[in-house]
């Protein structure tokens, strides 16, 4: 099982920077869980929360104001990429209007990265496995009445680049675990917390977690 460090390893240091990226390659894990968003100066910024602690909208703001307001450096996709080669990165892409720019920044990158795209806006993947040449995953936050409503519309046999499905701990089910895993798909998680959560993980044979703990899933 894969152990991706979410937002890199923070336990010391902020999330989504190059320290906690750094940390999260020390602490030995597989790979790395960002969130990439778009300034309004459009930068591709490594940013989770839509609205920041002060009130103010990431894509409100440019980068060096997103800097200002966080009080510390925030790496863009490009930046994360390139210090940090030999990782597996999962990038989750959080908004629509930076579609494009990512793909550039993402297509620079394919053949010499390791690199799962993911997103729980759907339509966004679509574009994705249609435009490059990399993994791609659907989150997921709810747990579908059966398989087949969840891929609805997806030609995942014509476009195998859709090969992943991250799900939320809260609505993993081992029937669809296991028919997802029979259909081709590799089975990620997101969100256990505790030692017998990720126990539990691993027990439904996950093929990824990604976690904040990630030494605590180096234990069980």
């Known amino acids: 099982m894969l152990i991706l460090a979410h937002r890199g390893y923070h336990a010391e240091v902020p999330e989504n920077t190059l320290a906690a990226f750094e ?5 030995g894990v597989n790979g790395i869980e960002t969130d990439v968003r778009m300034s309004r100066d459009g ?3 490594l940013v989770h929360d839509r609205v920041m602690a002060t009130g103010q909208a990431v894509r409100d703001l ?3 104001e997103i800097e200002n307001a966080l009080g510390r450096e925030i790496p863009t996709l490009d930046e994360a990429l390139a210090h940090f080669p030999d ?3 999962n990038v989750e892409i959080k908004t629509l209007d ?3 720019t990512v793909l550039g920044v993402l297509e620079k990158y394919q053949t010499r990265h390791r690199i799962i795209v993911s997103s729980f806006r759907h339509d966004l993947i679509a574009t994705c496995a249609a435009s490059l ?4 995953g659907l989150l997921v936050a709810h747990r ?3 398989l087949d409503s969840l891929l609805a519309g997806f030609d995942c046999d014509g476009n195998a ?3 992943h499905l991250v799900w939320d701990y809260n609505v993993l089910d081992d029937a669809l675990l296991k028919q997802a895993a029979t259909n081709g798909f590799r089975n990620f998680v997101y969100g256990p917390i505790t030692r017998a959560e990720h126990e539990e993980c691993r027990e439904l044979d996950m093929d990824g977690v990604i976690t904040d703990y990630p030494l605590l899933m180096q234990e069980v």
């Open 23 to 27: 940390a999260a390659v020390r602490a």
């Open 43 to 45: 930068v591709p910024v």
């Open 62 to 64: 440019t980068h060096s």
């Open 87 to 89: 990782i597996l990165w």
């Open 98 to 100: 930076c579609l494009s």
């Open 133 to 136: 040449k990399l993994e791609c």
């Open 144 to 146: 579908p009445q059966i």
């Open 161 to 163: 680049r859709i090969n």
